[in-house]
Each structure stands twice: as C-alpha cells, then as structure tokens.
C-alpha cells in the first residue's frame, strides 16, 4: 500500500551533520503521522522523533533532543530528520516509519508502514 525510501545515511566523524530524507510512494496521505527509529547492532529498535500529519507536533527522544529536527514537505511525501553534533552512540541503521492517522506514537508497533532503513556510522 504505501512504500517508504530512506537515503542520506552515510559515515561521518563526531560532531558532523547529517540529513536522513524518507520518500513516500504508493497509497499515501499528507495526513499520516511519520517517525523515525534507528537499531544499533545488537540492540532493540528505538525511538528517535515522530512528526503529526499536518508538521505542527513534533517529538524527540531525550537522547536527540537539541540535536536533531524533524521536518516534512507533505506536498512531495518526503520526510527529513535533520542530525546534528553527532555522536558516536547514534551510529545505527535509521528506519523511517508512517501510520493512517495523523496523531503521533513512540511504540514502534503502532506504525504499519517501514522503509528499508539506512545506515549511518558516526566515528570518534
């Protein structure tokens, strides 16, 4: 039904910035409620920010906050997760996630749509 894309990971040293963009295809809606989570090697899926549908509500992980911005071209079905002062501890492979409503969750199992995930790495 609806097809998410990732890009924009990459490797960078501490302290550089990143922009991470999810492209929406298919059966989408400017409507929906978009999110983004990252799982570092090893570990579980977390949280990292989600953004409502219409881009006015926006919420970040404690571990983000100050440091990374969520922002979404609806007329482009496009979302960014702009990462800055980067750390080595957000190296991780970002997925970028989307449900029918346009209200915001942080439980990764309220979102139905997943994109494939891009890898960032962040050296020290």
């Known amino acids: 039904q609806v097809q998410l894309v990732e890009s924009g990971g990459g490797l960078v040293q501490a302290g550089d910035s990143l922009r991470l963009s999810c492209a929406a295809s298919?059966?989408?809606?400017?409507?929906?409620?978009m999110a983004w989570f990252r799982q570092a090697s090893g570990k579980e899926r977390e949280f990292v920010s989600s953004?409502?549908?219409?881009?006015?509500?926006?919420y970040f992980a404690e571990s983000v906050k100050g440091r990374f911005s969520i922002s979404r071209d609806n007329g482009e079905n496009t979302v960014y997760l702009q990462m800055n002062s980067l750390k080595a501890e957000d190296t991780a492979v970002y997925y970028c996630?989307?449900?029918?409503?346009?209200?915001?969750?942080?439980?990764?199992?309220?979102?139905?749509?997943w994109g494939q995930g891009t890898q960032v790495t962040v050296s020290s």
């Open positions: 996630a989307a449900r029918s409503v346009s209200v915001t969750a942080k439980d990764s199992s309220a979102y139905p749509f």
């Open positions: 298919g059966r989408t809606s400017s409507s929906y409620a």
């Open positions: 953004i409502s549908g219409s881009g006015a509500y926006r």
